[in-house]
């Protein structure tokens, strides 16, 4: 049986986000916390962003280096990534819909192990030419138990499931992948060119700019993992 979803449409600066949420959960209280978020999202873009650039900022270069694996050229790598960035930005900074998931939904639901939301047709996951899981399309999720539990990660995951879906950012499995507390990705392997096209690269580094430039990074009250 389908889920009945109601919603609810927040207006955040002079757009609207339409929030969806499984009806007599009683999740309205997750509102404030949305509206953080997705402000996080856009705050966190627009300050980054400029600091993409030829003399970056060593912290910034350093964030860069990480997430981006090192490339084999650092300004032309930026000037692709702050493009991307850019777009991300421009529709993150419109009017558009986020879903939040149960915590009970199958794979692929955004969750606190961080996985991105794998498209699934008839229960079953599909996959590129490639072998890659293919991400879903369409409105973005967020998980419910992230969105309540660790704003800082959700704001993390709205800008990767943006990046898939505005700017056909992939996932590259484990190797694309940090962990929930944006350390390290989870396994070896991920290459420059891969991580150029990955969605976990940028959600994270943008996260890890703005702790470098700015110390610590608080969403709703709370700091990443609390
Ligand atoms: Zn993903």
Redesign the pocket.
């Known amino acids: 049986m389908p889920r009945v979803y109601g919603s609810d449409t927040i207006s955040i600066g002079s757009t609207k986000v339409k929030v969806m949420q499984v009806l007599l959960q009683g999740q309205s209280k997750l509102l404030p916390i949305v509206t953080d978020v997705v402000t996080s999202a856009r705050g966190w873009l627009q300050a980054v962003i400029p600091e993409l650039r030829g003399n970056a900022d060593p912290g910034i270069k350093a964030a860069f280096n990480e997430c981006f694996m090192n490339p084999a050229d650092l300004n032309a790598a930026m000037n692709q990534a702050r493009t991307i960035l850019q777009t991300i930005y421009n529709n993150l900074n419109g009017s558009f819909a986020l879903k939040l998931l149960d915590a009970n939904d199958a794979v692929g639901y955004?969750n606190r192990s961080y996985?991105?939301?794998?498209h699934l047709v008839g229960g079953v996951i599909q996959y590129d030419k490639d072998g890659d899981p293919i991400?879903r399309r369409g409105t973005i999720h967020v998980g419910v138990q992230v969105t309540r539990e660790d704003p800082v990660l959700a704001t993390v995951t709205l800008i990767?499931?943006a990046?898939?879906k505005w700017v056909s950012?992939?996932?590259h499995g484990d190797k694309?992948?940090y962990w929930s507390e944006c350390t390290t990705y989870t396994a070896p392997g991920l290459t420059w060119q891969e991580a150029l096209k990955n969605?976990?690269s940028y959600a994270v580094f943008v996260y890890k700019a703005i702790l470098a430039k700015f110390k610590n990074v608080v969403v709703h009250g709370h700091a990443l993992g609390g």
């Not at 996985?115 to 794998?118: D, Q, S, Y």
Request: glycine share 18%; net charge negative; hydrophobic share 25%.
């Open positions: 955004v996985k991105g939301r794998i991400s990767h499931e990046g898939h950012l992939q996932d694309g992948y969605a976990d």
